[in-house]
């Protein structure tokens, strides 16, 4: 009687096994699927990051390279240099305003 009992139950257990390793395969799919995700995520940030950065250095390098030209045009004429410091005033602010246009879509 008790190997009656075994035999009964024993294929039953194995269909819970069955249903519960399935059930653990697709937890695990899930939590694969949602690490690459994150992953991917972090390497798209530091894209971001890594072109802001260069978009950052570029425009400090044009503004000393302006700032320069600037100076070397006025060669001491405060007139002229103060119609120029405007100019470069402006293109400063437009720098900003792209970086700043630059990050609005990164919701941070």
Known sequence: MANEIDRFRQPQERGLSTIFNRSAAASQRDQARQMANVKQDVQVT?????GAAAVAGYTMERAVQLDMQRRAL???????????IEIEVGFIQQAKSIQRRLYDGWGI
């Open 74 to 84: 006025a060669d001491g004429d405060e007139t002229l240099n103060s119609i120029l």
């Open 46 to 50: 530091a894209f971001k990051v890594d």
